[in-house]
């Protein structure tokens, strides 16, 4: 069974940066794509950056240019790289792994923003 852990989260300060990073473990899948989501409090989990086998890679245009997703299959991680951070990035970040069969989520990892 597939299973994904995030870590990196934290707190930071306005135009600061933090590196998320989502380890695998278990029976890898054949997948479509993997991504980052997040949810804000009182608000809907949306996708912020998403990678597919083939190493596309798209992002909404609020984070687009400040969010670099990557991955490093030797290690089934993928990671999120966020540079100038705003509070509205503020949020619980979870990856995703989006198969025929079904999505698998990670637990979530606390991203605060805040001066």
């Known amino acids: 069974q597939l299973q994904l852990a995030e870590s990196g989260g934290g707190l930071v300060q306005p135009g600061g940066s933090l590196t998320l990073a989502c380890a695998a473990s278990?029976?890898?899948?054949?997948?479509?794509?993997m991504g980052w989501y997040r949810q804000a409090q009182g608000k809907q989990r949306e996708l912020v950056a998403r990678?597919?086998?083939?190493?596309?890679?798209n992002y909404p245009n609020s984070v687009k240019g400040r969010f670099t997703i990557y991955r490093d299959n030797t290690k089934n991680t993928m990671y999120l790289q966020m540079n100038s951070l705003k509070p509205e990035d503020t949020g619980v970040y979870y990856c995703?792994?989006?198969?025929?069969?079904?999505?698998?989520w990670g637990q979530g990892t606390q991203v605060a923003v805040s001066s």
């Open positions: 278990g029976a890898f899948p054949r997948h479509n794509a």
């Open positions: 995703n792994i989006n198969t025929v069969a079904r999505d698998y």
């Open positions: 990678i597919t086998q083939t190493n596309n890679t």
